[in-house]
């Protein structure tokens, strides 16, 4: 069973960045897309950004486009998102996700345990 391992929440003010990370312990994840989700108290589960395998295509939510940027290590089996610029709206948990097929959509198949991100003064 592939464990995803997301870690960098934290408390940010506005403007500021943050930098999350997502491992996989013992896995490769350079056969996988990997995705980072999001959910803010009483709202659904939004995409954020998503990655091919390779790292060659990679997309965003509108929200985030400019912002932030994913991008992956597939030596180091890590993936990670760049956060800048933050707002109080991005504050949500974040989950990081992995694709059994090298595509990407609102259904990964592995989902992380997810990280608090508070953007607040």
């Known amino acids: 069973q592939l464990q995803l391992v997301e870690s960098g929440g934290g408390l940010v003010q506005p403007g500021g960045p943050l930098r999350l990370t997502c491992a996989a312990p013992g896995f490769t994840l350079g056969y996988y897309a990997m995705g980072w989700f999001r959910q803010a108290p009483g709202k659904e589960r939004e995409g954020v950004s998503c990655?091919?395998?390779?790292?060659?295509?990679?997309n965003y939510a509108d929200s985030v486009k400019d912002r932030f940027t994913i991008s992956r290590d597939n030596a180091k089996n890590t993936v990670y998102l760049q956060m800048n610029s933050l707002k109080p709206e991005d504050t949500a948990i974040y989950y990081c996700a992995a694709y059994v097929e090298d595509t990407c959509s609102d259904y990964p198949d592995w989902w992380g345990q997810g990280t608090q991100v508070t953007v607040s003064s």
């Open positions: 990655i091919r395998s390779s790292g060659g295509r990679t």
